[in-house]
């Protein structure tokens, strides 16, 4: 029973494309994130979703676009591919209350590189 | 100034050892921090919350001290499985979001 799920795993494309990865959790947590690492491990959030509302949305070029058809659903759409895209794009997510509440369960990470 | 600074490592220890990780942040407002364990490859994983009273988990001992800003995390009797990338984490002090230091690489060698 995966908790938190990541569609690809990978990911190679071409700069100047679009692609999207999906992530889903069955933790029945309110919240959910994208986070990016890159090549130097830096893990860096980037979006936040709250019962499908966007409450953190960090310095991000606009060519990303997060989408939340339901709570337990975050869905990452990038456009024009650049190379400095290619990184680790994890989702994760956390129940919404308590101290708890910043307690983080990650995805198994999509790892893109863009060419 | 980095939020969060960890000492990248990596720390090189026997079997058995016990070894000692530090931490700092800046944001005086953060309340909850945490450590978090990453092996290469695979997604950061929770380790243990940090609490001012500081707690203990098995092997893994946590303390925080508010006035310095500092986090520590004490492994004893250390194994090889332990082996792995430990990231300390704090939030932003009320704007639902953590923040993660950059890991301290631990690698345990027979």
């Known amino acids: 029973d995966t908790a938190v799920s990541q569609t690809p795993k990978y990911l190679v494309t071409q700069m100047g494309n679009d692609k999207s990865i999906k992530c889903e959790q069955n933790l029945g947590h309110d919240t959910m994130y994208w986070y990016k690492q890159d090549s130097k491990k830096f893990l860096k959030i980037m979006f936040s979703y709250n019962n499908k509302e966007l409450i953190i949305n960090e310095t991000v070029p606009n060519r990303f676009s997060p989408k939340s058809p339901d709570k337990a659903h975050l869905n990452l759409h990038i456009n024009s591919l650049e190379l400095g895209d290619s990184a680790v794009y994890f989702c994760?997510?956390?129940?919404?209350?308590?101290?708890?509440?910043?307690?983080?369960?990650f995805g198994p990470g999509t790892r893109l590189t863009v060419t | 100034r980095k939020e969060v600074e960890q000492d990248p490592g990596p720390f090189n220890v026997p079997e058995g050892a016990t070894v000692a990780f530090n931490c700092t942040y800046s944001?005086?407002?953060?309340?909850?921090f945490f450590w978090y364990r990453q092996d290469c490859r695979k997604e950061p994983k929770l380790l243990m919350s940090v609490y001012s009273s500081g707690n203990e988990d098995g092997r893994f001992t946590a303390q925080l001290n508010r006035a310095s800003q500092y986090i520590s995390l004490l492994i004893r009797d250390s194994k090889l499985s332990d082996s792995a990338t430990y990231l300390c984490?704090?939030?932003?002090?009320?704007?639902?979001?953590?923040?993660f230091g950059a890991g301290t690489r631990l690698a345990v060698h027979p």
């Open positions: 984490v704090g939030d932003s002090g009320g704007y639902n979001k953590l923040i």
């Open positions: 944001n005086s407002a953060s309340q909850s």
């Open positions: 994760a997510s956390s129940p919404r209350t308590g101290f708890s509440s910043y307690e983080q369960y």
